[in-house]
């Protein structure tokens, strides 16, 4: 499913309104509602507008699991930082309890080890299904989600729920959430708009399959719901009807 909207204010409004249905729907559900965050420059707005006053009452936030899609391997107080970020647009503003917070980051173990303790939690919180209710992710303009980037043993990975590797290009480690346990989320919303996206975003929806390429093309959720939220900016190159 594709939505495209106006304008990025439109389009921040439907992905808070996905959030808090979902969070409800949950809540009212199981008692709680376990999300992964996305990172990068995409969810700030959406965060920015889930904390603020009329939103964020909206929300049982101490019924609220919060983990993240993905990690740059740096200390929380690196401006990199996918969890720093996070905390400064979101998380420091709503009634969340700190123990329903699962940072992507550890300083005491390699990220190889914590990607397994890391794995170990979200079985224990999310459930031995691994299906998340909504999964936040947004898409870089080379066609990569989450920390699955192209041409990248992650690709393949088929038994791992989470995984840490060395990204030589841009020399550090990363953590993951992989594609198998992406797939299982009972919701899947990808966060893209603008020009820069405009080329990837094409490739991966209309373009021929090559995950190797465009690892967002493994997105395929196997019981939950896909949602690619677009401007029409990102959307011009587009030649289906949605």
């Known amino acids: 499913m594709i939505q495209i909207f106006e304008n990025t204010q439109q389009l921040t409004e439907a992905a808070a309104a996905l959030f808090i249905d979902t969070a409800k729907e949950a809540i009212a559900k199981n008692n709680k509602f376990t999300v992964a965050l996305t990172g990068g420059s995409s969810p700030i707005a959406l965060h920015k507008l ?19 899609g993905d990690e740059r391997w740096v200390p929380f107080e690196d401006d990199r930082s996918n969890t720093k970020m996070a905390f400064e647009t979101l998380l420091n503003h709503v009634p969340i309890p700190q123990d329903n917070i699962f940072k992507m980051y550890s300083e005491t173990v390699s990220p190889e080890k914590y990607a397994t303790q890391y794995e170990a939690d979200i079985k224990k919180v999310v459930g031995e299904d691994g299906a998340f209710d909504l999964i936040l992710l947004g898409m870089g303009d080379d066609g990569h989600t989450a920390s699955l980037f192209p041409h990248t043993a992650v690709l393949a990975e088929d038994k791992k729920w989470v995984d840490a590797y060395y990204l030589g290009p841009q020399s ?53 719901k896909l949602v690619f939220m677009t401007d029409q900016a990102a959307a011009k190159r587009l030649k289906k009807s949605y």
């Open 50 to 68: 889930l904390a603020s006053p009329d939103y964020q009452q909206m929300i049982d936030w101490k019924k609220v699991y919060v983990f993240w």
């Open 172 to 224: 550090m480690y990363r953590i993951t959430l992989t594609a198998p346990l992406i797939n299982k989320a009972k919701n899947i919303a990808v966060l893209t708009f603008g020009d820069k996206k405009t080329d990837a975003l094409y490739e991966v929806l209309e373009g021929a399959r090559n995950v190797q390429q465009y690892p967002s093309q493994l997105l395929a959720p196997s019981h939950g």
